[in-house]
């Protein structure tokens, strides 16, 4: 059973910059694709961003392209999201979730990722 934690949310006003990482347990392996979702209160959730196994390729949404970075480190079995320029809109717990396999055309896809952590809050004030 592959497990995942979260951390690095908090409270940030809108032009900071907030680093989240997600840690996986023993049982994970570095073929598993990696992502970061968001859900905003009332609204569906979304893929932010996405990783290969290899880390060689990574996937974005729009809205955080150019803003948002994610990356891994398999030998520590992490993986990462720094989010820079934040605006009120990333306001929303973000979750960290692993597939088998690459992440390919559907990197986004919810029910593609069997594992999920609890997430962790983010929040950006204006």
């Known amino acids: 059973q592959v497990q995942l934690v979260e951390s690095g949310g908090g409270s940030v006003q809108a032009g900071g910059s907030l680093r989240l990482s997600c840690v996986a347990s023993?049982?994970?392996?570095?073929?598993?694709?990696m992502a970061w979702f968001r859900q905003a209160p009332g609204k569906e959730r979304e893929g932010v961003a996405a990783?290969?196994?290899?880390?060689?390729?990574?996937y974005y949404v729009d809205s955080v392209k150019g803003r948002f970075t994610i990356s891994r480190d398999n030998a520590k079995k992490m993986v990462y999201l720094q989010m820079n320029s934040l605006k009120p809109e990333d306001t929303a717990m973000y979750y960290c979730?692993?597939?088998?396999?690459?992440?390919?055309?559907?990197?986004?896809?919810?029910?593609?990722?069997?594992?999920w952590g609890q997430g962790t809050q983010v929040t950006v004030s204006s």
């Open positions: 990783i290969s196994p290899a880390g060689g390729v990574t």
């Open positions: 023993e049982y994970a392996s570095s073929d598993n694709c």
């Open positions: 979730a692993a597939r088998y396999g690459g992440c390919g055309v559907d990197s986004f896809s919810l029910s593609q990722y069997r594992y």
